[in-house]
């Protein structure tokens, strides 16, 4: 570097490597201290009966766990968000790509179309939840209902669809779904435009040169190139949707019956409900495992897909 | 290459200095100051306006600090756990939960306060609201028995009725008996209006409907008898509690969606004529205000069921303050809410947010309305003062079967087997 | 045969415009509607039903702002979302290059630990964090929050940076590596350049987090002062009589600042390679 000599060590490869390290050190360092504790608390607090408030606490063992592998409510959630994820993946996703896609070709307003599709995102759940209540009600005044989607359907003569919408147990999680996926898919929007738009334009040309139609650059162009960017889309949407729960709340209030518990809402009531903090850790740690199973089956299919 | 180098350390040293320099500015202990944490949103600028009113006659500042009522909870629990409680805070919870903050020792103890002077300040208080802050005699949380919070207002939950709207079915008075009710329904049935409207959403409103009519046909000691574990909930007077579920909702006398209604839509439908009944805290008199100044409506019991035991309802204190019981500031804490409580500010507090004062003499000058809601603290019961609770997991499976009998989903009958189970699976846990 | 070629790009392009038109209008709406309850009186709201209101009460916003104490809280989230966005965009990029290009023992250990971070979820732990903030002495500190917020949206970057990464063409930084530039230089000079519509997302996705967060600040911060701007929309949203005029005028002042960062960050997303691949 300069005439000052510097101590031999520092030109040795495992210095080198450690200059690699360094570069992650903010970062792993932040995290150990605001994550890695914490969650050592956690684990540690789901061996344990523990009220929440009393200086003392009960070790248990694993018999928080072995109950909750009993606690239909809890599965029942699970499957519940389940349900809203797949919605998610399926429907949210594919708008979302199909958006992506419509945006990245050269069509008129396209400016205006990203900055629309970007607005649910932005609104506050309150506001979300209060529109969609507003839309789904199914109360009558006067002969007419008040809920828009009703009032619409009596409208155009649908009488037989007519429906009370957030109290039935067959539509009210749909709902919930649907909304979520309303509100989530300007994410998946942006990040699939942004990946799209690192694609190497010559890539196209090429494959038009080789006569391709767009269908086919679409399957062997496009999406071969798009696979790290879906999976990051799809990881973001499981986590975005078996994590649920405000949306919930400001939609169904505490749910209807079990049907529309998520996760989240289970833990927040064996925490501020039954007061046992060891349980809803538990629960805590479950899901989060389950969460990291998901996702390394999603990484494995996108390995597969990238090799084929 | 050397001057992005540059920068970027310098960034990292900047942000690492901020952080000591706050960390080591700590807050320095003024002794005439007393800190408050509460979670009244709507109530900050009176509250506010209350510690000024203070400062100004004794010299001590009351500091309020506002948390946001979704996060209080969380925050109280966690700031014990790292011993940095106020000087007076709120308990927003159960009286289990109090009780283990009293065992912690994060809660003084407030008897002899109430008791000097012949129990001057225990006699102006409604005795309903003390009685959930007090700990009775062989209670069974093994709390120390006496005092330990004070309540700043009173609330209890009622039906009310919209005078317009019985009118326009041809009712000419609110109704007493079910059997009175189910009549009205028809009869509002008949010009399309719905019947009752709350929040069942948030279900301990269903909750507590459901323990008004408890009370009414069991009476309280064979409910105390059911928590405790001697009376299984399969027993036929829990089943007709159940029933009276079944027949208002067979009878349609329910609004469309009550079970996922949040309370804030029930007040909406109400308060915009949507439903002739509802069923609401006393709060309520402020949101409808709000909302539709002209409503005429008024106070009813829940139509009863039965006549051998008669219909309480929920209430008591609405709000409760406690001392932290390691501040070296407690006797000014305590000062504080003695003066809180006197009639003058009581008055006060009560006229500028239209709640009940928990001080009697302070009803003077309240809405008529709200009047005939404090006509009813004396029929008011409240699960803090009884002396068995039931366990969360329990009473959220009851109130869960609540809303499978109102879709039409279970029988009274499955409802009650359900609860029964969960609440021997509880029993079978806590025993070990 | 032009003219059959041209209809049916015609008859694609109105498909497609009416798919896009579709989608735009539901996402419209809500927000339109937002905007007109925020001009009414709270008694319009719920009885008038026009889509435009017949009075229009601009007066709301002033009354929103000084009732809910905005320009102290408005102030204190800028702060807070710049610090953790500029913090956020620093430490995760470096770390995600160091992930992606870099080699030292560990890497995928360290990598695969930040994403199955990931999925735990916060609620569970406020307790050991709020207590391992007080140990620090970092309760009630801006400094203690803008780190809390960093931790949140530090997974979710790195992973988005890392596979962004991962994709782009390595010859750039050979040449640059030949022109003798350190790690650090291809870092700056090359690889975020190019990972910029990857750092737009990041910087919308994250600003929106911190904007739109006030749970942790609930809990973390005690002063009135340190507020953020949440903490004002609470004073409408979380009271048992909800003026909703306030509210919705509130949160449209609110909404407005994420507004401003997504039109100016979608820019970049859209630039990409094709523009101006190397700066510097």
Not at chain 1, 118 to 123: E, H, K
Not at chain 2, 100 to 124: C, H, P, Q, R
Request: hydrophobic content about 50%; charged content about 20%; some cysteine.
């Amino acid at each position: 570097m300069n005439a000052i000599t510097k101590p031999k060590f520092l030109y040795s490869k495992g210095f080198d490597t450690f200059k690699n390290f360094l570069f992650t050190l903010p970062a792993v360092s932040i995290f150990t201290i605001f994550y890695i504790l914490p969650f050592y608390f956690i684990f540690n607090l789901s061996m344990h009966e523990w009220n929440g408030i009393s200086p003392t606490m009960t070790f248990v063992g694993l018999e928080n766990f072995a109950e909750l592998m009993g606690d239909e409510i809890w599965w029942k959630s699970m499957w519940n968000a389940a349900y809203i994820t797949l919605i998610a993946l399926t429907l949210q996703n594919m708008v979302a790509f199909a958006l992506a896609l419509a945006c990245d070709r050269d069509i008129r307003m396209k400016k205006f179309y990203r900055v629309v599709f970007f607005i649910p995102p932005v609104l506050s759940e309150v506001v979300v939840g209060l529109i969609w209540r507003w839309i789904l009600e199914a109360g009558k005044q006067g002969g007419e209902y008040y809920g828009l989607l009703n009032y619409y359907l009596h409208k155009i003569g649908l009488v037989s669809l007519v429906n009370d919408w957030l109290s039935d147990p067959e539509t009210a999680l749909s709902c919930i779904a649907v909304v979520h996926c309303w509100k989530g898919f300007g994410w998946g929007f942006i990040m699939l435009l942004a990946g799209l738009q690192t694609i190497d334009k010559q890539l196209y040309e090429a494959a038009r040169v080789d006569g391709a139609n767009s269908w086919q650059t679409f399957k062997n162009v496009t999406v071969p190139m798009m696979v790290p960017v879906i999976l990051v889309v799809v990881i973001l949407t499981v986590l975005g949707s078996m994590q649920v729960f405000v949306l919930v709340m400001s939609m169904v209030g505490q749910g209807l019956v079990y049907h529309t518990d998520v996760p989240v809402l289970r833990i927040l009531s064996a925490m501020d409900g039954t007061k046992r903090f060891g349980y809803a850790c538990a629960m805590g740690v479950n899901f989060g495992l389950i969460l990291i199973m998901v996702s390394v089956f999603f990484k494995i299919i996108s390995n597969r897909m990238k090799q084929a | 290459m050397k001057t992005i180098n540059r920068i970027f350390c310098l960034c990292l040293c900047l942000l690492v200095t901020a952080g000591l320099l706050s960390s080591c500015a700590q807050k320095e202990e003024d002794p005439n100051t007393v800190v408050m944490w509460h979670w009244l949103t709507d109530r900050q600028s009176v509250l506010q306006e209350l510690a000024d009113r203070y400062k100004d006659e004794t010299g001590i500042t009351v500091k309020m600090e506002l948390f946001a009522p979704t996060a209080y909870s969380q925050r109280i629990i966690a700031s014990a756990q790292a011993k940095v409680l106020p000087d007076i805070y709120g308990i927003l919870d159960k009286k289990q939960t109090f009780a283990s903050f009293i065992d912690s020792g994060y809660v003084a103890e407030l008897t002899e306060e109430f008791e000097k002077d012949n129990g001057a300040w225990e006699k102006s208080l409604f005795e309903k609201a003390i009685n959930v802050n007090r700990f009775e005699e062989g209670n069974v949380y093994d709390v120390k028995p006496g005092i330990y919070g004070v309540p700043v207002d009173v609330t209890n939950t009622q039906m009310l009725y919209n005078k317009k709207l019985l009118a326009k079915a041809g009712i000419a008075k609110a109704p007493e008996t079910m059997d009175e009710f189910l009549v009205a329904i028809e009869a509002l049935k008949r010009v399309g209006i719905s019947g009752l409207v709350s929040g069942w959403g948030e279900s301990w409103m269903a909750g507590a409907f459901a323990s008004n009519y408890a009370f009414n046909i069991m009476g309280e000691e064979k409910i105390m008898a059911t928590y405790k574990g001697d009376v299984p909930y399969t027993d036929p007077d829990w089943i007709k509690v159940f029933r009276v579920f079944q027949r208002l909702s067979q009878a349609g006398a329910f609004i469309e969606g009550i079970v996922t209604k949040p309370n804030k839509f029930a007040e909406q439908d109400f308060a915009l004529e949507r439903a002739a009944f509802a069923y609401n805290g006393s709060w309520c008199v402020n949101v409808y205000h709000n909302m539709n100044p002209d409503l005429e409506y008024g106070v009813m019991l829940p139509p009863a069921v039965e006549s051998d035991y008669p219909m309480l309802i929920w209430g008591g204190a609405g709000t409760s303050f406690v001392v932290n019981a390691s501040s070296e500031k407690k006797q000014k804490a305590i000062d504080f809410l003695k003066w809180f409580t006197e009639k003058e500010q009581q008055a006060y507090f009560s006229k500028e947010t239209r709640n009940l004062p928990a001080n009697k003499e302070a009803l003077a000058s309240i809405p008529e309305v709200l009047e005939d809601f404090a006509k009813m603290m004396d029929r008011t019961t409240h699960p803090t003062i009884w002396k068995y609770n039931e366990d969360h997991v329990v009473s959220e499976k009851f109130e869960k079967g609540l809303q499978s009998i109102i879709i039409g989903e279970k029988t009274p009958e499955q409802v009650a087997q359900e609860v029964q189970e969960a609440k021997e699976r509880v029993m079978k846990r806590q025993a070990r | 045969m032009i003219d059959k070629y041209q209809s049916i790009k015609t008859i694609k392009g109105i498909f497609i415009h009416t798919f896009l038109m579709s989608v735009a209008l539901t996402c419209l709406l809500p927000l339109l509607w937002m905007v007109r309850c925020s001009l009414m009186t709270n008694r319009a709201i719920f009885t008038d039903k026009s889509l435009i209101p017949h009075e229009i009460h601009f007066a709301n916003y002033l009354e929103a702002w000084s009732k809910g104490n905005f320009g102290a809280y408005f102030l204190n989230s800028v702060i807070y979302t710049t610090c953790v966005v500029f913090g956020i965009v620093i430490i995760s990029s470096l770390a995600a290059y160091a992930f992606s290009r870099l080699k030292f023992p560990g890497r995928n250990f360290f990598f695969y630990m930040f994403v199955a971070a990931m999925m735990i979820p916060l609620p569970g732990s406020f307790v050991p964090l709020f207590v391992l903030m007080n140990k620090l002495g970092l309760i009630n500190t801006r400094f203690g929050y803008v780190l809390c917020m960093i931790n949140v949206g530090l997974s979710m970057s790195i992973l988005l940076l890392k596979t962004f990464f991962d994709k782009m063409p390595k010859d750039l930084e050979d040449a640059a590596r030949i022109d003798g530039c350190g790690r650090l230089g291809i870092w700056w000079n090359v690889a975020l350049p190019l990972a910029r519509p990857a750092i737009a997302v990041i910087v919308i996705f994250n600003s929106l987090n911190v904007w739109n967060e006030y749970i942790l600040a609930q809990l973390l911060l005690t002063n009135n002062s340190l507020m953020p701007l949440q903490r004002g929309i609470m004073h409408f949203a979380e009271t048992n009589s909800v003026d909703y005029h306030l509210l919705m005028a509130g949160l449209t002042i609110a909404a407005l600042p994420i507004v401003g960062i997504y039109l100016l960050m979608q820019k970049h997303i859209i630039k990409g390679l094709s523009s101006g691949a190397v700066v510097g």
